[in-house]
């Protein structure tokens, strides 16, 4: 079936460190694919999507690219912030209209 | 976009009884989802809760322990019943305008069971 992989973490940081979660699937088909993101003590929020290949998702300095030759989805920042502590999913859509999730990153970033 | 909103937030609740959760969204939705998230754990899906017809449940998820309701396009609600410590997690409802949408998610509803 359908599934996520996700960098294991927790990945700890430096303010203004480059970040990448790397996040690959496995589908029949093209799913669109999500970044989630889920602040301290929040819920869980969309950060970007693309919805076929090459395309690229960004938000808020966040950026990925949908890749279907090597079936990734890997999140990047050049210049991660304290605020960017959190836990990020990587998420595709199943054919049921429901989400596939990876297990999360847990991202901290130091002053 | 929606807006989705969970009652309760939390609860403490005993081994043997049952906690109903509501979810409301403030738009017409097709499709509303509902997740557990165990404690440090990615999200897993329980069901789908269709409009009007019975809910679509996930392998090792049934209706008699999750009972789910869906009346209208705004509003479900998700029973956990006869509790038992292992349904401590957290519950999410989710809601998408369509299949390949982008899905919206509630607050959660964290629940503890003793």
């Known amino acids: 079936g359908d599934s996520v992989t996700q960098m294991e973490g927790p990945v700890t940081l430096s303010e203004e460190a480059f970040l990448t979660i790397n996040c690959t699937y496995t589908a029949t088909g093209y799913p669109s694919l999500f970044w989630y993101v889920q602040y301290p003590g929040e819920g869980l929020q969309l950060l970007l999507k693309?919805?076929?290949?090459?395309d690229k998702g960004s938000n808020k300095g966040f950026e990925a690219t949908y890749r279907k030759e090597t079936t990734s989805f890997h999140l990047e920042k050049g210049s991660v912030q304290v605020s960017d502590s959190a836990v990020y999913f990587c998420?595709?859509?199943?054919?049921?209209?429901?989400?596939?999730f990876g297990k999360g990153t847990k991202l901290s970033v130091k002053p | 976009s929606a807006v989705i909103s969970q009652k309760p937030s939390r609860d403490i609740c005993q081994r043997g009884t049952s906690l109903t959760i509501q979810c409301q969204v403030d738009s017409q939705v097709t499709m509303m989802f509902w997740y557990r998230q165990q404690p440090g754990q990615s999200l897993t899906l329980i069901a789908t809760?269709?409009?009007?017809?019975?809910?679509?449940?996930e392998s090792g998820f049934v209706i008699d322990k999750f009972p789910i309701s869906r009346p209208n396009l705004t509003f479900s609600t998700l029973t956990v019943s006869n509790m038992s410590p292992e349904d401590s997690s957290i519950y999410l409802c989710s809601a998408a305008a369509g299949s390949g949408y982008e899905q919206y998610f509630g607050p959660g509803t964290r629940l503890t069971v003793t």
């Open positions: 998420a595709l859509g199943g054919s049921q209209g429901n989400l596939i």
């Open positions: 693309a919805t076929k290949a090459d």
């Open positions: 809760a269709n409009q009007g017809s019975e809910a679509t449940y």
